[in-house]
T-cell receptor
């Protein structure tokens, strides 16, 4: 079963509008972290925002916010006031972790959403 | 400070050849990860180093793939007898100590094309 599901393969959004990118996850761990990364056409994976499973408030970083609904296992990324430079692939990733010190906290990734901002 | 760097940025090789891909993590980061990203997909985990040791190599697809990190800093991913299916972007990431809540910072990747 997919651990990270991103149901929107692609989205077109008008510049300056807000956009929500969907992400649902599946884990039996109580402790986990959720990440969003942006990958422009240049290829580099750029960290955007992090939400811990025990964080009571939704994470925010500038124009990015994470709509975390734990009971629904949902961690949607919201980008406010979209800009042309926001056009990129966006990946949701999860790191499970109720393990010990030498545990591997690898990221488990979704398939991504391609966001295109229209002028 | 400097981010994660990877060399070469692009590598074209012929089927059956040997290749080495290098990753230089952020200074002081003890945790280092290799991922592989095929076209149109999210990255897939290959191997994780904590310091000099490979703490988890369960993502390596077969024994043609091997990685080292002899001094706990630079890492080299080695692929023997390359196959066309190895063509992908190989991403390296590092984090400070490998803890769950830490952000992994990625390099620009090496685009490998096997002809």
């Amino acid at each position: 079963a997919q651990k990270i599901t991103q149901t929107q393969p692609g989205m077109f959004v008008q510049e300056k509008e807000a956009v929500t990118l969907d992400c649902t996850y599946d884990t039996s761990d109580q402790s986990y972290g959720l990440f969003w990364y942006k990958q422009p056409s240049s290829g580099e994976m750029i960290f955007l925002i992090y939400q811990g499973s025990y964080d009571e408030q939704n994470a925010t970083e500038g124009r990015y916010s994470l709509n975390f609904q734990k009971a629904r296992k949902s961690a949607n990324l919201v980008i406010s006031a979209s800009q042309l430079g926001d056009s990129a692939m966006y990946f949701c990733a999860m790191r499970e972790g109720s393990l010990g010190m030498d545990s591997n906290y690898q990221l488990i990734w979704g398939a991504g959403t391609k966001l295109i901002i229209k002028p | 400070g400097a981010g994660v760097s990877q060399t070469p940025s692009n590598k074209v090789t012929e089927k059956g050849k040997y290749v080495e891909l290098r990753c230089d993590p952020i200074s002081g980061h003890t945790a280092l990860y290799w991922y592989r990203q095929s076209l149109g997909q999210g990255p897939e985990f290959l191997i994780y180093f904590q310091g000099t040791g490979a703490a988890d190599d369960s993502g390596l697809p077969n024994d043609r793939f091997f990685a080292v990190r002899p001094e706990g800093s630079v890492s080299t991913l080695k692929i023997q007898r390359t196959e066309r299916g190895d063509s992908a972007v190989y991403l390296c990431a590092s984090s400070a100590a490998g803890a769950r809540q830490e952000t992994q910072y990625f390099g620009p990747g090496t685009r490998l094309l096997v002809l």
